[in-house]
């Protein structure tokens, strides 16, 4: 077949496989393809016949099919393309017979546009992704060539395919997913025009930097450009590129954030972009992990910052500047300060912020302690910030109280609105939240009356019944708004929807009959929750902050214009309010356009009207809003269920006209054409022109929607892994339905200060077991119940009881009138006590039980190891409950009003508080069911739920107040720190009982550990029991020591 020396052996080679043929037909049709690659030059014909060799040791049909093909492919391919090719065939045919055949009979045509250089690294990457996947190595294949019509040249595909083989080297599959993506990212380079070469020649040396830097972190950074290029500008993207370029001494990681938080920036706001990446750089030099962390929050800081003040861009550039400052002394310090900027800012100004930052440098030298600080979980460092200008709530707290008891004739407490969510007050009807400082105005004179006003509005949400929970008019607007948003219904959302009015005839649907339809619909029908308040509604609502953030404008006004109606002394102090909001309203064509619909709610429902400004550019929607203000608002008799009525229709007209969360500002939509689109250069002149008056606008809205704002704005910590700097803490769990979470500090005794809002309280209702136990516990206890009960009825006051040696009464005491008359005669010193009177001695205690569910209640006690099956043991957790059961008895017969709570705790956030029995509930078959259904859970952060169990007894009004604790030894959580750190906030948690006026009692199992149990209960009254199986027995008898 083959003339010269060096095609003899590969002849003869082939001529031994040519014999193992056995059929001849087949044999002569290997001769004739073979023969054909005589016409190929002699370096493609060699290669050929070695491939095909190698082929023919694993599939004769494949090595045809190649031979068949080679010397079409040969006009395309070089040799060592060919050998490439070949081999990429002899790899699938290995796997699949017919996999390889079907590769060579589709050739390689697609292949000719490319150059020589690009087809090599095609096969090159291909190869390598082989490795992983013949199917990925096929779709590099076949995409490169449709790839090279996309790019404007070789050299830029040659560039893409340089960076994917540099990336397969370490993971095939992020080199396939860097092709995919190629496309989206020529397509976005398109819109740089001239520029566009220049751009994707930086952006390929960017990626080819990742790749030999972090591998698939290029791929990454691939599908992030796109986005990352969005509306910006030539030279912003080149500033991106550098800062990117520079990061990347960092790690590829740090790389990567830094270009996502970037592109934001530059969009948010360019004039701060080189504050930021400096701060960036600080940071990045001391710990790569916390600039990761940093890049993360970076953009949802900014756009908070800008969607809440008018000054933006210039607020967010100072605030940049005072983390930068604390970052030259601790990054992670700094990270808590940028972090914490936009919730100190709802409460102070701006130059409030700068000195607490750098005050904060000054005072605190410790790392642990700095932090803390800068993270405002400190009550010094919320102090701090507070200080200075404007007028204190510390300073007119005691004036306002006795001006609202006087307004409405309710007895009130005042307390700050910390930078909490209002999960951390308790709507007990009797207290009030107000910002901790005001600084509106000018004078002292002119912020108290705007305190006055702010303390009405707070007021008037618990006389007209903003907070009201499960009645007739909220069930109806939970019913009318769940089958709004219901999946069912969302087609009828759309007001020029078909669905329902034209049917498909070929499916055959009849008609329900009118009687099924009822039924369907009261089975879809949602009802309140158990309690259920406002926050339940708009729990139903799709965008629920977008819902909140409607609602809490309206409900402002609704209260609003009771108290106008009810309180006509008010109205000069409202208006001085109102006149002065609406002076220092914005010009509406000067604000973002994600602003305007609520500037212009909130003109019409506390401004007194939009103004004149707003009807001209946005008449049709200022006369909607008046409308459905007008409808809902106005009567004499709205309730907060009206309010959620309105919210809803505001609610349908703002997703309209502004579709996406307020209080989120995404990524704009890609047609948008421009690059100041949505931020025009009259809004930015304006904004920097006045920046001390912009900012006041912001802060007198938020000032009265504060209340219902400060839980949306608590962000999911996005420090995670290495870059956080507490121990690592449990996700905060949502609540359920008929949940409610309160707030508590925790005392640090390494700060010497507390936390602030560090613990999350869950409130929970406790799932329901059986009556059995209470019933087998009643027996097991008979004799003994009816004794505890004999001797607290004993105990019981008497009718009326006489005593004698009063001042003055109804009768005379005969004894004393005798001793009178001697004692005058005899030295003339009688004593005046010579009546009786009858009086009635009442018992007025109120206690309150806290139940340990810890884990470790799990043990069992008394269990015999000869016999147990006949003799198991008890858990601690039902002698626990056995006692409560005991208590219940001896407190039914002595009348005592009492309640029982159960507490466990998962990290800080999570810690679940049991109602098992409130004070006011009866105890019926429900709470033996609810006692039967306490079991062992998780850890015991005690503290906070001492803090909670307090919290509700104080506000029990009874002489003598009583909280017993029941656990089985010491407190623990993952993240309460060390044993000290738990031991010290229990005993500050107990001292703050005693303060509030309620007696602490422990009663405890744990005798190993005495010496740590004095220490952690000495300043209060507690008991060891040795013996677990006699605390049944023992707890009346500890009762009647503590209340007689």
């Known amino acids: 077949m083959f003339e010269t020396e060096q095609e003899r052996p590969l002849s003869k080679d082939w001529r031994e496989r040519l014999r193992a043929i056995a059929n001849p037909n087949e044999r002569q049709r290997f001769v004739e393809l073979l023969r054909r690659l005589r016409s190929l030059p002699a370096d493609r014909a060699r290669v050929a016949v070695e491939v095909s060799a190698a082929l023919a040791m694993i599939s004769l049909r494949a090595s045809a099919e190649f031979l068949r093909a080679a010397p079409e492919a040969a006009q395309h391919l070089e040799a060592e393309e060919l050998r490439a090719w070949g081999e990429m065939g002899r790899r699938l045919a290995m796997s699949n017979h017919e996999a390889g055949q079907s590769f060579f009979a589709q050739g390689v045509a697609h292949l000719a546009e490319l150059r020589s250089d690009a087809r090599k690294l095609t096969f090159q990457i291909c190869l390598r992704q082989m490795a992983l996947s013949s199917s990925i190595a096929l779709s590099t294949y076949r995409r490169t060539a449709a790839l090279r019509q996309l790019v404007e040249s070789d050299e830029e595909l040659c560039g893409i395919l340089e960076v994917a083989l540099e990336i397969a080297r370490r993971s095939a599959k992020h080199s396939a997913d860097f092709l995919d993506r190629a496309a989206k990212v020529a397509g976005r380079v398109d819109q740089f025009g001239a520029s566009r070469h220049e751009i994707m020649r930086e952006a390929i040396a960017l990626a080819a930097s990742l790749a030999a830097r972090a591998g698939g972190i290029a791929a990454d950074f ?127 100004t701006l130059e409030q912020f700068e000195a607490w930052a750098a005050e904060g440098l000054r005072r605190e030298a410790d790392a642990k302690a700095r932090r803390s600080y800068y993270a405002l979980e400190t009550r010094q460092s919320n102090e701090a910030l507070r200080s200075g200008a404007g007028l204190t709530l510390e300073q007119v707290a005691a004036t306002l109280r006795l001006y609202v008891e006087a307004l409405t004739g309710r007895e009130v407490e005042i307390a700050p609105l910390v930078h909490a969510s209002n999960e951390a007050r308790i709507n007990d009807g009797r207290t009030i939240h107000l910002p901790p400082n005001v600084a509106e105005f000018e004078t002292e004179a002119l912020n108290f009356r705007l305190y006055k006003v702010l303390a009405a509005h707070a007021a008037g949400q618990i006389e007209f019944g903003t907070h009201a929970r499960g009645t007739p008019e909220l069930r109806a607007a939970y019913e009318s708004i769940a089958e709004l948003y219901a999946p069912e219904n969302v087609d009828a959302l759309d007001a020029f929807s078909l669905n329902g009015y034209i049917n498909d005839p070929t499916k055959g649907e009849a008609a329900l009959p009118p009687e099924e339809e009822a039924r369907l619909l009261r089975e879809r029908r949602r009802a309140l929750p158990e309690d259920g308040d406002y926050r339940a509604v708009l729990a139903l609502f799709p965008q629920k902050a977008l819902a909140t953030r409607i609602f809490s404008t309206l409900e402002n006004g609704r209260i609003d214009r009771l108290l106008r109606r009810k309180y006509r002394g008010l109205a000069r102090d409202l208006d001085l309010v109102r006149e002065h909001l609406r002076a220092t309203r914005p010009r509406i064509a000067d604000l973002p356009i994600n602003i305007i619909p609520f500037e212009l709610l909130f003109q019409i429902t506390l401004c007194g009207g939009a103004r004149d400004d707003a009807r001209q550019f946005y008449g049709q929607i200022v006369s909607e809003l008046e409308s459905i203000v007008a409808d809902y608002l106005t009567g004499p008799t709205v309730t907060v269920a009206d309010t959620l009525m309105a919210t809803s229709r505001v609610y349908a007209l703002f997703r309209s006209v502004a579709p996406e969360d307020s209080s989120q500002q995404g990524e704009a939509n890609d047609e948008t054409e421009g690059r100041d689109s949505g931020r025009d250069q009259r809004a930015r002149e304006a904004r920097e022109a006045t920046p001390r008056e912009r900012e006041r606008q912001r802060e007198a809205r938020e000032l009265f929607s504060a209340w219902a704002l400060e839980n949306l704005e608590q962000e999911a910590d996005a420090l995670d892994g290495p870059e956080r700097w507490t121990s690592a803490e449990a996700p905060e769990q949502p609540l359920e339905p008929g949940e409610t979470a309160y707030l508590y500090d925790e005392w640090d005794r390494e700060l010497m200060d507390h936390r602030v809002a560090w613990c999350r309280v869950i409130e929970k209702s406790v799932k329901t077991g059986d009556r059995s136990f209470v019933e087998s516990t009643r027996s097991r206890y008979r004799g003994l119940i009816s004794a505890i009960r004999n001797q607290f009825q004993l105990m019981k006051p008497e009718g009326l009881r006489r005593v004698r040696g009063e001042l003055d009464g109804e009768e005379y005491d005969l004894n004393a009138v005798i001793d009178y008359v001697t004692d005058r005669r005899a030295d003339g010193q009688q004593s005046e006590r010579i009546y009786t009177k009858r009086l009635r001695r009442e018992r007025n205690v109120a206690v309150s039980f806290l139940l340990d569910q810890s884990s470790s209640t799990a043990r069992t006690i008394g269990r015999n190891p000869l016999q147990p099956y006949t003799h198991p043991g008890r858990r601690i957790i039902d002698i626990e409950k056995e006692g409560l059961i005991l208590m219940s008895e001896a407190l039914e017969a002595v009348g005592d009003a009492y309640a029982i709570y159960g507490f466990t705790s998962e990290g800080r956030r999570n810690v679940k508080f049991y109602v098992v029995k409130d004070f006011d509930e009866r105890f019926t078959e429900e709470i033996e069911r609810r006692i039967g259904g306490i079991t062992y859970q998780h850890n015991t952060r005690l503290g906070a739920a001492i803090r909670h169990a307090t919290a509700r007894l104080a506000r029990r009004e009874a002489r003598t107040r009583l909280l017993i604790v029941l656990s089985d030894g010491r407190p623990y959580d993952h993240d309460y720190g060390d044993a000290r750190y738990a031991r010290d906030d229990v005993r500050e948690a107990l001292r703050q009982a005693r303060m509030a006026g309620i007696i602490p009692f422990c009663i405890t199992i744990d005798r190993d550990s005495e010496a740590e149990l004095r220490d952690l209960y000495g300043e209060v009254g507690y008991t060891i029991i040795d013996d677990v199986l006699s605390l049944p027995e023992r707890l009346p008898a500890i009762y009647r020591r503590l209340t007689t």
């Open 222 to 348: 691939w599908a992030l450009l796109p986005t990352g290029l969005d509306r910006l500008s030539f030279e912003e993207a080149h500033r991106l590129f550098r800062h990117t370029e520079r990061m990347l001494e960092y790690g590829g990681a740090v790389a990567l954030r830094a270009f996502a938080a970037g592109s934001e920036l530059l969009r948010l706001a360019p004039e701060t972009f080189a504050d930021w990446t400096s701060l960036l750089r600080i940071v990045g030099e001391h710990s790569s992990s916390s600039a990761i962390a940093l890049a993360r929050v970076g953009p949802e800081i900014a756009r908070t910052i800008l969607r809440e003040h008018a000054a933006g861009p210039e607020t967010l550039r100072r605030i940049i500047a005072a983390a930068r400052q604390v970052a030259q002394a601790d990054t992670e310090a700094a990270i808590a300060c940028f972090r914490s900027a936009p919730s100190a800012l709802r409460s102070s």
